[in-house]
């Protein structure tokens, strides 16, 4: 299960599973255990803007530093994404 990052952003592990690359691109959050059960689901615009499809046990301050810190990342994060995915940013609402 790759981690965008080692350390936890905001106490929340960011990472995607090799089940969910079908997908667009987004960022599971969880505190403690890395699986889709439970954990906050940030999909991920092409302007680093986020969409909360789950919010898993995260509070809304939680989830606005996530939301900020994937706005200043999402490029970085992108890179590792695309190493395992072919599908690109989220488009939507």
């Known amino acids: 299960m790759p981690k965008y990052y080692q350390d936890k952003v905001f106490g929340h592990y960011l990472y ?23 954990s906050a689901k940030f999909f991920v615009k092409s302007d680093g ?10 509070t809304d301050r939680e989830i606005r530093g996530i939301q900020a810190f994937i706005k200043v990342n999402y490029l970085e994060m992108y890179q590792l994404w695309a190493t395992r995915s072919k599908t690109g940013f989220f488009v939507g609402d």
């Open 16 to 38: 995607f599973t090799s089940h969910c690359i079908i997908e667009a691109m987004h960022a599971h959050a969880s505190n403690e255990e890395l699986s889709e059960a439970g």
């Open 49 to 58: 803007s986020t969409i909360v499809q789950h919010r898993g046990s995260l």
